[in-house]
């Protein structure tokens, strides 16, 4: 599955970037940064759905999605236009992202910014730091056990929030016995990159919404699909494709969170 194609190219980037980047010039990198910003506070807010706006220029299931991507004003857009929280794909080859572009898109707003790519290995948590990220997402299913556990302490020595992606039952138990505080449901099956928000609906029943923060993440079109997470007390909804793909992202984040408007 794409998921296996994705780990295997990422596994061969890192071993040619550890060889340029040696860890300790990464962590000399992270110094006299300011403390990243936490995830949970603002995307908590109480009887409000938060959205977390993500900017990426392609992805695996749909090609290019924005042709003249400028990530810095996409964020500025969304920043302005109400998001709790960014999300910036990093990851080259399949979304076309860069690890440059969370340089730049954290100088570009005050809330807190999640860096989204395959996490698997401790070095991506000291780049992720020098590169100014608050957030790292951390992916249950490209993971073992114990890698999982190491990246979340590791992050949280660090400073930075972990968003825990689940997709089934079996998944979001792991993440619970390791700890995970902000659990994102992916409604996006990897296998066939369907996307169904019964996920989040089947698997928010299991969580205690009172101690967990949980994110619903992909395939979040419209103004219908985020209240009827709002009903069902999920506290972000994490959209990407429904944003980038508006003439002007900023726009159609207004129009997807206002519900005074009809649509
Ligand atoms: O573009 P969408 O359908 O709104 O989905 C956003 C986000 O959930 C999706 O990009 C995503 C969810 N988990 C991931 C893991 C890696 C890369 C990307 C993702």
Redesign the pocket.
């Known amino acids: 599955m794409i998921l296996d194609r994705i780990l295997a190219h990422k596994r061969a980037e890192l071993a040619s970037r550890k060889r340029i980047m040696p860890l300790n010039e990464l962590e000399k990198a992270a110094q006299g940064l300011p403390a990243p910003l936490p995830l949970a506070p603002s995307i908590r807010r109480s009887g409000e759905l938060a959205v977390i706006a ?1 900017t ?1 220029k392609a ?1 695996p299931s749909k090609g290019i999605l924005c042709k003249n991507y400028n990530p810095v004003k996409i964020v500025a857009a969304y920043e302005q236009a109400g998001a709790a929280a960014i ?1 910036v ?1 990093t ?1 080259e080859k399949f ?1 076309l992202g860069h690890p440059c572009h969370l340089v730049l898109v954290k100088r570009a707003v005050r809330i807190p910014v999640l860096r ?3 996490i698997i290995d401790p070095y991506q948590i000291y780049e992720s730091r020098a590169l100014g990220a608050d957030a790292v ?1 951390l ?1 249950v299913a490209a993971l073992s056990p114990a890698l999982l556990a190491e990246l979340t302490k590791l992050a949280g020595d660090l400073g930075l929030s972990c968003l825990v ?1 689940v997709h089934t039952e079996r998944e979001l138990s792991q993440a619970l016995a390791y700890g995970a505080e902000i659990i ?1 449901i ?3 099956n990897l296998h066939n990159f369907v ?1 169904d928000l019964s996920v989040t609906f089947n698997l928010i029943d299991l969580i205690d919404l009172n101690k967990i923060t949980v994110v619903s ?4 079109k419209n103004k219908g699909d985020i209240l009827r997470l709002k009903e069902r007390g999920v506290h972000a909804a ?7 793909r508006c003439a002007e992202p900023g726009q159609g984040l207004i129009k997807l969170t206002d519900f005074r408007a009809g649509g």
């Not at 993440?217 to 979040?220: A, C, F, H, K, M």
């Open positions: 993500e990426k992805s999300s794909l990851e979304f989204k790519d395959f997402l992916i992606e994102g992916n409604n996006r996307t993440e992909s395939g979040i994490l959209v990407g494709e429904a944003l980038v």
